[in-house]
T-cell receptor, first 110, second 115 residues
Framework: EDQVTQSPEALRLQEGESSSLNCSYT??????LFWYRQDPGKGPEFLFT???AGEEKEKERLKATLTKKESFLHITAPKPEDSATYLC???????????FGTGTRLTIIP | GAVVSQHPSWVICKSGTSVKIECRSL??????MFWYRQFPKQSLMLMAT?????????EQGVEKDKFLINHASLTLSTLTVTSAHPEDSSFYIC???????????FGNGTRLTVT
């Protein structure tokens, strides 16, 4: 069974304090790994897709990386508006659905 | 592009009644849409895959007679929660993709409260 585990469950950072969120996965055949941001009471907002080990994607203060077993979402010099729950999800070959991890709730303190 | 609209954003209903939630892809056609459910501080759990013009595929443990899914056109899928009970109270979110390796794009969800 495909499994996605995220850590930590929650993370509080001071504004400007860089850190990383982890997403570990065990799947039969990875077709793609996705990162989303979710604000309270809203649907997830797409951030990145990674397809193969060694791949990296960047957007503003966020950078996502991928290995054969895990993905990291690095956040550099975060601002309060980066506070949200960050979700990772996997898609396997032969299926279009996404299987989600439990998310990391990130709080940036001004 | 790739905007998914969901309606209503919240609904309160009495136990035993039915509630319909609509999911529309506004600027693209979606042969497949996905319905997820999210409990407080938990992740998204896939309920079913909605296929245009055919029957939905339900995940294990999801009652197909309770959660009726209709995907009548390439831009509209509906989820009807029949004979709702308080334990059905949850956040329901739909999504759709442009196909291939493209990501799922999500609606803003529907908060259902059953009293």
């Amino acid at each position: 069974e495909d499994q996605v585990t995220q850590s930590p469950e929650a993370l509080r950072l001071q504004e400007g304090e860089s850190s990383s969120l982890n997403c570990s996965y065990t799947v039969s055949g990875l077709r793609g790994l996705f990162w989303y941001r979710q604000d309270p009471g809203k649907g997830p907002e797409f951030l990145f897709t990674l397809y193969s080990a060694g791949e990296e994607k960047e957007k503003e203060r966020l950078k996502a990386t991928l290995t054969k077993k895990e993905s990291f979402l690095h956040i550099t010099a975060p601002k309060p508006e980066d506070s949200a729950t960050y979700l990772c999800a996997v898609r396997v070959f032969g299926n279009e659905k996404l299987t989600f991890g439990t998310g990391t709730r990130l709080t940036i303190i001004p | 592009g790739a905007v998914v609209s969901q309606h209503p954003s919240w609904v309160i209903c009495k136990s035993g009644t039915s509630v319909k939630i609509e999911c529309r892809s506004l600027d693209f056609q979606a042969t497949t849409m996905f319905w997820y459910r999210q409990f407080p501080k938990q992740s998204l759990m896939l309920m079913a895959t909605s296929n245009e013009g055919s029957k939905a595929t339900y995940e294990q443990g999801v009652e197909k007679d309770k959660f009726l899914i209709n995907h009548a056109s390439l831009t509209l899928s509906t989820l009807t929660v029949t004979s709702a009970h308080p334990e059905d109270s949850s956040f329901y979110i739909c999504s759709a993709s442009l196909g291939g390796d493209s990501p799922l794009h999500f609606g803003n969800g529907t908060r259902l409260t059953v009293t």
